[in-house]
Every structure is written in structure tokens, then in C-alpha cells.
């Protein structure tokens, strides 16, 4: 079914319409099997693949959309259907994942029957704001951020090993991670260009019906009207809706008054027949699908024994007495709570990353400086020992000349040692550093001895003794381990 597009052209949008937030359908926590819970990251493993793909399908067909919006002040159709799309099945699958369902997702863009729904009407889309379209999103993404991690990090583990041994997630802890993930998908659905509704809800919603709530819009709006393309008042898709539902909040909608229509499906004969689809038992009867058992209600989804907890769908009423709460989310104080207690603890996870991650800027930092240091030092000592060579030949055999040449670079090599000590270092490159000055104080106190030498047969007694290249090979060697030390 079309977005939001009737067969006669676009829907001319009221503010109401524009203004129309993402809405997302909880149904209550239920009992899970432990064995899927144990292994649910490895059954969404296939689930996040396919999804990895549809984003990236979605991010070209939304870049598109952009243009399509940004000319012409709503999305282009197609993008709205697939957008739409990828938006129900990325919210199956993160419910699934975040064990807020036990049911696996379908791999399927379409609406589904599922105890987590979607609805979205998008709308006339403000030219401006979908110009500044990411600079508008950045604080509801810092929001998202500190929820999510607090929601969906370490406070995950703790809500997967207590769904695991109790078989189900506390009403608490599923209301304050329902009310995270929605506000997720809002974000996604802004982001999308689904609604120019900003994100927001994160607390849930008032106990009151809002413009949005099934149980009908306090006036006459359009949100439960025939408008094209939104559905049609007791006709389930007439025109190409959105999702085929007697729009968005029609009161004889899902969970309304008994019944799709007036009294049944379409009030045709045998649709609306008292004994057939929309009749007392049947399609929209009192206890089938949209009567006072059904979606959403105490039963729940289909009557008697439906889908979910306590014999229905939405288990514990769906978060709500009847189906006029389905899209409505109200949170208890404790899951209020639950959801400050994850802004907190995301921002306290937020401070010890920017700390990590400065101690680890500021390490790389002062490598690099480390690094650039020992080779500016270094640079003497590398000129000393490549002319050594050359300059004892210069001495023509001079013994006194070879001597003075030996205390120089004893004292280069000394000079090398102390400014290595001095040098500030990370800790990562503490115990190299060292053991290249140990070793370049080594070799130099070999220098020494060899510049001490007062004859000829001591001179050479001392150098064949010394083991002077073997001492230059592990200053070399130290050198290296301290440059990896450093990453240079």
C-alpha cells in the first residue's frame, strides 16, 4: 500500500497531519523461552545481516528522498514505502534482540503481525527543516546516546541474565527499554524524513488520550477521517492508506468500537452479518479482532487465548486497559525512574570513555613527542659511531689521538644516556627507555676504558676484551624496541 499517496495525487496536509509523531505498539511483557534467550544474539544473527543491508539500500533511497523532499516538500513514494519499511523491520528486530519480544522477527518489509507494531503518516514536510535536517537531529542524538547506553550496554546484560532466570522481563524494566527503543525509532523516523514530528516521548506518554491515541481525537480531526490515502472511516484500506488501517486513529479502529467498520467489515451482507466477519463472534465482534477482548485488550489479540502473556497479545492489558492504549506508551514511576537511572548511567559511561580516550590522545601525544626527542638526541651519537671508523684512521696511529677520540665519544654516548633518563615517556615505553640507556651507558664506559689506555699492547688488550661491537649491536637493537615502544 502507498505511503501516504491516495490514486488522485498527495494528501493536502493539515498541521495535525504534519505534525503526526512515529508510533510504536508494545505489546506487555510475556513468558520467553530460556533457550532462545540464552542463544538470541546468535537467532539475530541472520536478522542483523539482512538489516545491514536494507540500511544501506535505505541511506541511498533516503538520500534521494532528501532531494525529492527538499523540491517538492514531501517524499517521493517510493521512498516513503521502502523507508517505511526498513523502519517496522529494524524495530522487530532491535525488540527481538533487546528481549522485549520472545516472537522472532519476520524478514519482511510489510506490516506484520507482531506484538511490536509501527505506524507512521507522513505528511507536508517543512522545506527548511529538511534542508538543516542533521543539524536539528544532533540533540536528539546526544539524548539517544546517553540512553542508549545506559539502556543497552552494561544495563543489557543485567536484564538478558534476569530474563533468563525468571522467563520473562519485569514490567518495569520492559516499559523503561520499550520507551528507549521508541524513542530510537522516532529519531530514525525524523532522520528519515517519515514525520516532521520531533522526537520525543522518551518518557512516555501522558495517561490521558492524546491527538494520536485510537480511542479518537477530542475534535474532529484528520486524524480519524476519510481522508485519501490515510485509510477510510470504517473501510479498511479503500483508498491505497497507509498500511490498509482505518487510519491512524480512527475510533472504530484496532481495538475501537466492535468491529473494523460500523458494525463489520465494510457493513456488507456477510461481512457485517451478525454471524459472519464483523458479526457478535467474528472479524470485529466483540471478541475478535478490534472488539473490547482484542488487540490490546485484557485478552488481548483474537480473544480468549491470544497471542501473548496472560492469554493475549498484550499480556497485561498491552500497557493499557483497552486497544485505545495499543500506540500509547505511559510508564510507570518506577520505569520513569528506570529511564533517568539510564540517562545517568549513559553519561557516566560518556565521562569515562572521553577519559579513556584523552589518556589514550594524550599518550599518543606525548609518544610522538617522546619519539621526536630521542631522535633529535640521537642524532649526535649516530654521527660519532659512522665517522668513528673514519676519524681513527685520520690518527694516522697516533695513540694519543685515538684515545682523545674514544673519551668524546664516551662522553657523546653519556650525554645520549642521561638525556634518554630525563626524557618524559608513556608508561608503554617506560622499560625500553631504559633499556636503551643501560645500554648506551654500557657501550660508552667501554669508550672510556679505551680512552684511558696509556700504551699501545693496553689499548689493544682492552679492545679485544671489550666486546665493542657486540655493545653497539644492543644499543642498536634497544633503540628499535623503543621506537616500536613509541609506534614510530
Not at 495535525?16 to 505498539?25: M, Y
Not at 615517556?425 to 660508552?444: E, G, I, K
Not at 684511558?452 to 634497544?478: K, M, P, W
Request: aromatic share 12%; with cysteine.
Amino acid at each position: 500500500m502507498s505511503a501516504y499517496y491516495a490514486a488522485g495525487g498527495p494528501v493536502q496536509a493539515t498541521q495535525e497531519q504534519t505534525l503526526a509523531p512515529v508510533l510504536v505498539g508494545f505489546a506487555g511483557p510475556a513468558p520467553q523461552s530460556r533457550l532462545t534467550v540464552l542463544i538470541r544474539i546468535l537467532m539475530v544473527i541472520p536478522q542483523l545481516v539482512v538489516l545491514y543491508l536494507l540500511g544501506i539500500a535505505a541511506m541511498v533511497v533516503a538520500i534521494i528522498g532528501w532531494f525529492g523532499a527538499l523540491f517538492t516538500g514531501q517524499l517521493p513514494v517510493f521512498a516513503a514505502d521502502f523507508l517505511t519499511g526498513y523502519l517496522r523491520w529494524l524495530t522487530r528486530v532491535y525488540a527481538y534482540l533487546y528481549l522485549l519480544t520472545d516472537v522472532y522477527p519476520p524478514f519482511s518489509l510489510d506490516d506484520a503481525d507482531y506484538p511490536v507494531r509501527v505506524a507512521v503518516m507522513p505528511g507536508r514536510l517543512n522545506r527548511l527543516a529538511v534542508f538543516f535536517r542533521i543539524f536539528l537531529l544532533i540533540p536528539c542524538w546526544i539524548v539517544l546516546g546517553l540512553a542508549a547506553y545506559g539502556a543497552f550496554t552494561i544495563f543489557q546484560l543485567v536484564s538478558w541474565l534476569i530474563v533468563l532466570i525468571m522467563g520473562r522481563m519485569p514490567d518495569t524494566i520492559h516499559q523503561a527499554l520499550a520507551a528507549v527503543l521508541r524513542y530510537n525509532v522516532r529519531t530514525i523516523g525524523f532522520a528519515l524524513m517519515l514525520t516532521s514530528a520531533y522526537p520525543a516521548g522518551l518518557f512516555g506518554d501522558p495517561d490521558v488520550p492524546g491527538p494520536w491515541s485510537p480511542a479518537g481525537p477530542p475534535v474532529a480531526g484528520p486524524y480519524g477521517q476519510a481522508q485519501p490515502g490515510y485509510g477510510v472511516s470504517g473501510v479498511s484500506g479503500t483508498q491505497p492508506g497507509y498500511g490498509g488501517q482505518p487510519a491512524y486513529g480512527d475510533p472504530r479502529a484496532y481495538g475501537g468500537q466492535p468491529g473494523y467498520g460500523q458494525a463489520g467489515y465494510a457493513e456488507q451482507p456477510g461481512y457485517g452479518d451478525p454471524q459472519a466477519y464483523g458479526g457478535q463472534q467474528a472479524y470485529g465482534g466483540p471478541q475478535a479482532y478490534g472488539g473490547p477482548q482484542a488487540y490490546g485488550g485484557p485478552q488481548a489479540y483474537g480473544g480468549q487465548a491470544g497471542y501473548g502473556a496472560q492469554a493475549g497479545y498484550g499480556g497485561q492489558a498491552g500497557y493499557g486497559a483497552t486497544g485505545e492504549a495499543w500506540w500509547r506508551l505511559v510508564l510507570s514511576g518506577a520505569a520513569r525512574r528506570l529511564v533517568v537511572g539510564f540517562l545517568v548511567f549513559g553519561v557516566l559511561i560518556s565521562i569515562g570513555t572521553a577519559v579513556i580516550d584523552a589518556v589514550a590522545i594524550g599518550n599518543s601525544v606525548s609518544a610522538v613527542n617522546a619519539a621526536n626527542q630521542v631522535s633529535t638526541d640521537a642524532t649526535p651519537v649516530t654521527n660519532a659511531i659512522n665517522n668513528y671508523s673514519t676519524n681513527v684512521k685520520a690518527c694516522n696511529g697516533q695513540l694519543a689521538c685515538v684515545t682523545r677520540l674514544d673519551r668524546n665519544v664516551a662522553a657523546t654516548l653519556d650525554t645520549f644516556a642521561a638525556q634518554l633518563r630525563s626524557t618524559p615517556m608513556p608508561s608503554r615505553a617506560v622499560a625500553a627507555n631504559n633499556a636503551l640507556a643501560t645500554a648506551v651507558s654500557n657501550t660508552a664506559s667501554i669508550f672510556a676504558k679505551l680512552g684511558a689506555a696509556t700504551t699501545a699492547s693496553q689499548y689493544i688488550s682492552e679492545a679485544n676484551s671489550a666486546g665493542l661491537q657486540q655493545s653497539l649491536d644492543q644499543v642498536n637493537q634497544a633503540y628499535q624496541n623503543l621506537g616500536t615502544a613509541l609506534g614510530q
